[in-house]
């Protein structure tokens, strides 16, 4: 089946641009998760939906930073007036269920560049 | 808060050894660990999944173990073969949450 997609893969913004970052989750996937990798290190996390609630967004950085899953499916992650420390990769990934020891699994990521 | 620690932080060895990559993690009140294999330019390939409850776990010439009263994790690669190079990244799921924590990663590089 197809895995965890991810649109745009790249994205350039000038500083000052908002931007939006979309997630396709595995079908049936409750949780997803956004988390955000800057270069050469792990990713830490961003927030956490399950199924249309968002249950935790204790890592987004700054109300720059808005992430929302309308329907339970599909999840939009928005950064308003971009800012050059934004630059990182930002990479989605879905689980099957919100509790339970399940694994979760990653798409490829959108690479975002800030001038 | 966790906090999750791989050392080295770059490995380079000969085709075919064995080796072992380290996480350790701060608190031990953890529901699983996973291993994962991330390439240049590609997302999380996961790799082995441990529960809190277990001790260790198999994939091919992939051995994870964990120890979690102690904070540990290793990775055990045999006979390592040049598609082995890649960033190697543990993360830890705690029981207070969903979220995963990782730690920096270990480049590893295998040459012929």
């Known amino acids: 089946g197809a895995g965890v997609s991810q649109s745009p893969r790249y994205k350039v913004a000038k500083r000052g641009q908002d931007v939006a970052l979309r997630c396709d989750p595995i079908s049936g996937h409750v949780s997803l998760f956004w988390y955000q990798q800057a270069l050469g290190q792990g990713p830490e996390f961003l927030t956490y939906f399950q199924n249309e609630a968002q249950l935790d967004k204790s890592g987004l950085p700054s109300d720059r930073f808005f992430a929302e899953r309308p329907e339970g499916s599909v999840s939009t992650l928005k950064i308003q007036r971009t800012q050059q420390e934004d630059s990182a990769v930002y990479l989605c990934a879905s689980s099957l269920a919100g509790t339970g020891g399940y694994e979760q699994y990653f798409g490829p990521g959108t690479r975002l560049t800030v001038t | 808060k966790q906090e999750v620690t791989q050392i080295p932080a770059a490995l380079s060895v000969p085709e075919g050894e064995n080796l072992v990559l ?7 009140a953890i529901y699983n660990l996973q291993w994962f294999r ?30 979690k009263s102690s904070g540990r994790s290793t990775l055990y690669i045999a006979a390592s073969q040049p598609g082995d190079s890649a960033t190697y990244l543990c993360a830890v799921r705690d029981n207070a949450g969903n ?7 270990t480049r590893l590089m295998v040459k012929p």
Not at chain 2, 22 to 28: E, G, L, V
Not at chain 2, 99 to 105: A, R
């Open chain 2, 22 to 28: 380290n996480c350790s993690f701060t608190d031990s």
């Open chain 2, 99 to 105: 979220m995963l924590t990782f730690g920096g990663g």
């Open chain 2, 38 to 67: 991330q390439d240049p330019g590609k997302g999380l390939t996961s790799l082995l999944l441990i529960q809190s409850s277990q001790r260790e776990q198999t994939s091919g010439r992939l051995n994870a173990s964990l120890d």
